[in-house]
Structures are given as structure tokens and as C-alpha cells.
């Protein structure tokens, strides 16, 4: 109840953005983390088949940010927000309906374009319409996100039971419904005339040292947070021998999302300077690999309960901290990346952000799986965990830096305290 009465403080255009932000997630959700055993199991495909598809798939998203956002700025977040949805529908009918490795293919990349379109729109358009209140906008972004996260594999789950060609088309029928809802009812907003070229922009957000800096010093909280579909789920299975266990981690987080996300940023918004945050965030999320560290690679198979109960408990913990950590600084750095530029660059400046930590974090999540293949097999499984924690505790030190040196955004006072 209170994230409907506080969803329902917000104007009506985010509160559609926030149920639509739950469509999307239960829709990805719904079809992705089963692709892979479609294409092995139902098609025959061999692994390296199944990872250029999927690859093409993360690259053409990751790859294209920056064409979502200029095309937020330009031609108007509504109309890049309907496309992108539209295009999903399209990418998702897709794998419904075909088997050839081209068709497949094809629809890798269009629904990865389509992600590469309506995200750095939908977080542009959220950050224009919610003003001075974006963190707490955010904030209920990342629950609702969750929310349809949670749901996405459960539903996917239940209808692979008839077969994934019901599933992709039940994900393709959901963003076909975004879509028309979003044409219907999105309010539209008047765009400005933009008086430089796309490269001119381009240039410069790039050539914005401050901005950059924070990008590069954010690799930290995307690798960190990715852990949670690698590593953390790699140790409960480690830790316990069941192969569920990774689903209680994730169960246990995503709880907490929903218990906790507004009450903190509401919290913290009005003690200190945002900055001082995210570096809180980024701390407490490197204590997350702590408690796995300490007993990875423990002392083999567990026998009985009380020993899967004492294998997983290190794991849990480790794993609330890292999404509290997560709740922390996320709502906090997306509030702040507006303020890096002009307005009428919202839509690029979010783009080449998740462009940048797109590509870092995938070069983080690279190390994090050479190093749990490393120390496996020099009796270090400690490795992979150390590194998270140092890779987090960087990433606050650089954060704290850039906020002491002043090249961060200044962000509005407390209410309370611009009263007295």
C-alpha cells in the first residue's frame, strides 16, 4: 500500500512509465533466462550457435544506448519509448515463430535494438517529469523493475510446462499491449529544435571529463550487481548442492527490494549529498562478497539440513547486502546523471552512460569468470569474491574523490532545510 500511495503522488505520465516498466521486466524475464535451453534442447543448436545468438543480442542493446538516447532528445522520449516496445514484439514474435538460425538471429537484434531504444528514453522521460523528486521516481522504478523481474521467470516457468513457443508469444502479446497503451495514453511533450548535429552532441557528452569519470567509476555497481545471476548463485549452489539454492538468493533480495527501496532513498535523500551515497552504496555492496569469501570452498558436499542451512546463510547475507548496497546508490546515480548537461541532452547523456558501463561491466563480469575458473582450479575459490569487494571499494573511493574534487552535479537541498 505504500508504494501505491506513493506511486500515485507522481503525475500520471511516470506512474504509466512505472507500470510499464513492470510489463517489461516480466515480459524479458518471461522469455530470456530460457532461450538458451530452447535453442540446445528444442533446436538442436550447438553452444557456440547459442552464444553468438545471445551475444548478438546483448551487443546490439549494448551497443546502440547512444542511438536510444540521441533519438530521446531529438525526436521525443514518447515516440522512441512506443518504438522500442513495438519493436520487442516483434523481436519476441519472432522467436516464437521460427527455427532458422537467420530468423533467430534477426530477432536478437531487434529485440536488442529495441532495448537500445526504450530504456535511455524511459529513464530520460521519468527524470524530465518527475522534477525534484527523480530519486524517489527511480527509486520506485528499481522496485516495480524488480517486481516484474520476479514475476517474468515464475510465469515462464508455468507456460514452458506447454511449450516455449507459448512463451515467447505471451512476452511478444505484453509488449504488444505496452505499446498500444503507450500510443494511447503517454502524454506527448513538445521536443526543441535541436541547433547541433548528432556528432556534436556526441562530442560533447564525451568530451564531459566529470561525466566520464563517474561512468567509468560506476563499473563497480553494474559488475557488482550482475553478480547476482553469476557468482552469488554459483556459491548457494557451491555452498548447498542444490541447484534451487540460487533461486532463495534471489527470492531474498528481491524481498527486500521491495520491502526497503523507498524507505532508504526517502531516508537518505534528505541527509547529505547524494554523492556521499553512492559511495555508502558502492561500500556496502563490496561487504556483500565478505561473508561467501570466508567460507568459499568450504568442506565439500553438505550432509543434511543443518549443513545446506550453514552453507547458504553466508551466501544470503552477502547477497542483501550487495541489493541494499544497490538500493543505496542506484536511484541516487540515475537522479544525477541529468545534471552532468543541458536538458535538451538527457536522453544521450543516459545513453552514453549505459553505453560506457555497459562495456565495463561486461569487461568486469569477464574477470569475475576467469577468476572463478582460476581459483577453482588452484584451490583458491576465494578469488572471484576478493575481487568484487576490491572492484566496489574502488569504485566508492572514486566516487568519493570526484565529489571532493566538486566535479559532481550539485543537488538541491532538503525542503526541511531550505525552510529553516
Not at 548496497?325 to 535538451?344: D, K, N, S, T
Request: aromatic share 8%.
Amino acid at each position: 500500500m505504500r508504494t501505491w500511495r506513493e506511486m500515485r503522488r507522481f503525475p500520471f505520465a511516470v506512474q504509466l512509465l512505472l507500470v510499464n516498466q513492470l510489463g517489461v521486466n516480466t515480459g524479458f524475464y518471461l522469455l530470456i533466462p530460457y532461450l538458451a535451453t530452447h535453442l540446445t534442447e528444442n533446436l538442436g543448436m550447438s553452444a557456440a550457435v547459442v552464444g553468438i545468438v545471445l551475444g548478438v543480442r546483448n551487443l546490439s542493446q549494448q551497443g546502440l544506448f547512444i542511438i536510444g538516447g540521441s533519438a530521446a532528445d531529438r525526436l521525443g522520449a514518447r515516440g522512441v519509448i512506443i518504438a522500442g516496445c513495438g519493436l520487442r514484439t516483434l523481436g519476441f514474435g519472432l522467436f516464437a515463430l521460427g527455427d532458422d538460425l537467420a530468423v533467430l538471429l534477426a530477432a536478437s537484434v531487434l529485440s536488442g535494438l529495441a532495448g537500445a531504444l526504450f530504456n535511455p528514453a524511459v529513464r530520460a522521460y521519468l527524470a524530465q517529469e518527475a522534477d525534484d523528486r527523480k530519486a524517489e521516481a527511480f527509486a520506485l522504478f528499481n522496485v516495480f523493475a524488480t517486481t516484474g523481474a520476479l514475476i517474468g521467470p515464475v510465469l515462464g516457468s508455468a507456460l514452458l510446462l506447454v511449450d516455449f513457443r507459448t512463451s515467447a508469444l505471451t512476452a511478444a502479446g505484453i509488449f504488444a499491449a505496452l505499446t498500444v497503451a503507450q500510443a494511447l495514453v503517454l502524454p506527448a511533450r513538445q521536443v526543441r529544435p535541436a541547433k547541433s548535429s548528432v556528432l556534436a552532441d556526441w562530442r560533447e557528452v564525451v568530451g564531459n571529463r566529470a561525466f566520464l569519470a563517474f561512468a567509468l567509476a560506476m563499473v563497480g555497481l553494474f559488475t557488482l550487481e550482475n553478480q547476482l545471476y553469476l557468482l552469488l548463485p554459483a556459491g548457494a549452489r557451491q555452498a548447498t548442492g542444490w541447484d534451487g539454492a540460487a533461486g532463495i538468493v534471489f527470492l531474498t533480495g528481491t524481498l527486500a527490494n521491495l520491502a526497503l527501496q523507498l524507505r532508504i532513498t526517502r531516508t537518505l535523500k534528505a541527509r547529505g549529498a547524494r554523492a556521499r551515497w553512492i559511495s555508502t552504496g558502492l561500500g556496502v555492496a563490496a561487504l556483500g562478497f565478505l561473508p561467501p569469501m570466508l567460507v568459499a570452498g568450504g568442506s565439500g558436499e553438505p550432509d543434511g539440513t543443518a549443513d545446506i542451512v550453514l552453507g547458504l546463510l553466508p551466501v544470503l547475507v552477502g547477497a542483501l547486502l550487495l541489493y541494499v548496497g544497490v538500493m543505496i546508490a542506484q536511484p541516487f546515480v540515475m537522479e544525477l546523471i541529468p545534471g552532468f548537461g543541458r536538458p535538451g541532452l538527457t536522453g544521450t547523456y543516459y545513453g552514453i552512460f549505459y553505453l560506457a558501463s555497459g562495456v565495463t561491466a561486461a569487461v568486469g563480469n569477464t574477470v569475475v569468470g576467469w577468476a572463478m575458473d582460476a581459483g577453482g582450479g588452484r584451490d583458491a575459490a576465494w578469488l572471484p569474491w576478493a575481487f568484487c569487494a576490491l572492484l566496489g571499494l574502488g569504485s566508492a573511493l572514486g566516487v568519493a574523490w570526484l565529489h571532493r574534487l566538486g566535479s559532481l552535479p550539485r543537488t538541491p537541498e532538503p525542503a526541511v532545510a531550505a525552510t529553516a
